[in-house]
């Protein structure tokens, strides 16, 4: 006669069997309930952060090899088409996403650690490491400029800096820091209102936080500040302020984040037809419906105005709340890419520009015609050069594809390795 505990461990090596014959990394599923909650949840993280990450080389394809990129901006009602514009603008999403997510991931890497010197260390270094390499791996990466003439400041840059400032806040309460990231995200766009003289220090001060800056620095450099930090910083505190959401129950998560993200959006369609307040651009009635369409739609990233922080962590919310119920393939190829967010964008935006480099070698051009100094990618200034939007999209999905692999091994690297650096990378 079998004992109750014999029959329990042969419960138990059967289940080890099984998840062992499906798939070695799943034994976390054996350590209970909560945990595999909570792994199900960063599951439901990766999946959506992957998803916009696969759109942002999108956008990024685009902007270095589309024919009119450098001459023409997408949004521009009076010379773009409808599918340029919405090419540009689904791209809007991955910014606010990526920022929001890397907030929340924060919040969750706060609580596990449970430890306030220890966080505050890790987001301060992790804060340093990202500016550092935004203004050598990544810049070097876009522009291909071994002169560095150009220091662009953009996302990777702005969560730096989001860290740094978490990293001194974490002594305050969750709710104190979504209240100041609220307060940001709604309140930004009154200072635009302000009439700062031209020349006073205020504004001097103020506007390379606030608003899209360009400072000659010397002999032909430039420090050029795309994304202002303390407007995305806002979006970064709201990010990990919900990172409290992600503890819930499941079913209970799913429906808050659906009312929020449908909130979030029909406060954007009010706010948008009230055409008063939240982004600097109002919309305008145009020659036909789909102009004027396109015309309320184009709201204002740089800075992210209240309505485009609206209308893009909207369908952030919503995206979570159904994550969970995506088709399960796709989640597992979204969070490939998702679980290496800082991988993948610096090997995409290289892989990006070789190939446009190729581009223009088979579209007739010579070496000493191409111009890496002067923020155009390499592209000359004279004679057409790049590509329509139809072969943007086949190279497109094509970077996509081939950066599957490489993620997915960089991805298990990290799992099976404890280096120091791989929490930087």
Avoid at 303 to 327: K, Y
Wanted: charge should be positive; charged fraction near 15%.
């Amino acid at each position: 006669m079998v004992s109750p505990a014999e029959e329990l461990q042969q419960e138990i090596d059967i289940h080890l069997r099984i998840v062992n014959h499906e798939e070695k990394g799943n034994l976390i599923n054996l350590v209970g309930n909560e945990e595999m909650k909570f792994m199900k949840r960063i599951t439901s993280i990766d999946t959506v952060r992957g998803m916009v990450m696969m759109i942002m080389a999108l956008d990024h394809v685009r902007d270095l090899m589309h024919i009119h990129s450098i001459s023409q901006i997408p949004t521009d009602l009076a010379t773009t088409t409808p599918l340029l514009f919405f090419t540009r603008w689904v791209t809007y999403l991955c910014a606010p996403i990526f920022v929001f997510l890397a907030g929340s991931t924060a919040y969750l890497t706060f609580k596990r650690k449970n430890n306030l010197s220890e966080s505050r260390s890790f987001l301060l270094n992790r804060g340093i490491w990202l500016i550092f390499i935004e203004f050598t791996v990544v810049n070097f990466g876009l522009f291909f400029d071994i002169g560095f003439h150009t220091l662009l400041f953009e996302v990777i840059a702005t969560i730096g800096f989001g860290f740094l400032i978490l990293s001194l806040s974490l002594k305050l309460s969750v709710r104190q820091i979504g209240i100041i990231g609220l307060v940001i995200v709604f309140g930004h766009n009154i200072l635009t209102n302000f009439p700062f003289p031209p020349t006073s220090f205020l504004r001097t001060v103020l506007t390379p936080l606030f608003s899209p800056t360009a400072i000659p620095l010397f002999s032909g450099h430039a420090f050029v500040m795309g994304y202002p930090p303390i407007p995305w910083l806002g979006i970064l505190l709201i990010g990990f302020a919900s990172g409290h959401f992600f503890e819930m129950e499941e079913k209970k998560k799913e429906r808050l984040f659906l009312k929020i993200g449908v909130t979030a959006l029909v406060s954007f369609v009010i706010l948008r037809f009230v055409n008063s307040y939240g982004d600097p651009v109002s919309w305008l009635s145009q020659k036909n419906s789909m102009l004027t369409f396109l015309s309320f739609m184009n709201v204002t990233k740089y800075p992210p105005s209240l309505l485009f922080c609206l209308v893009t962590l909207g369908v952030l919310f919503i995206l979570l709340a159904f994550a969970d119920h995506f088709n399960s393939h796709f989640n597992r190829i979204a969070s490939v890419y998702g679980k290496v967010p800082l991988f993948y964008f610096i090997v995409h935006f290289y892989l990006i520009h070789l190939i446009t480099l190729a581009v223009l070698v088979l579209q007739g051009f010579q070496w000493s015609q191409f111009e890496f100094a002067m923020g155009t990618f390499g592209r000359p200034k004279v004679g057409a050069s790049g590509l329509e939007l139809m072969p943007i999209y086949l190279i497109w999905v094509g970077v996509v594809l081939a950066l599957y692999k490489p993620c997915q091994w960089y991805g298990k690297y990290k799992t099976e390795h404890r280096k120091w650096w791989l929490r930087y990378v």
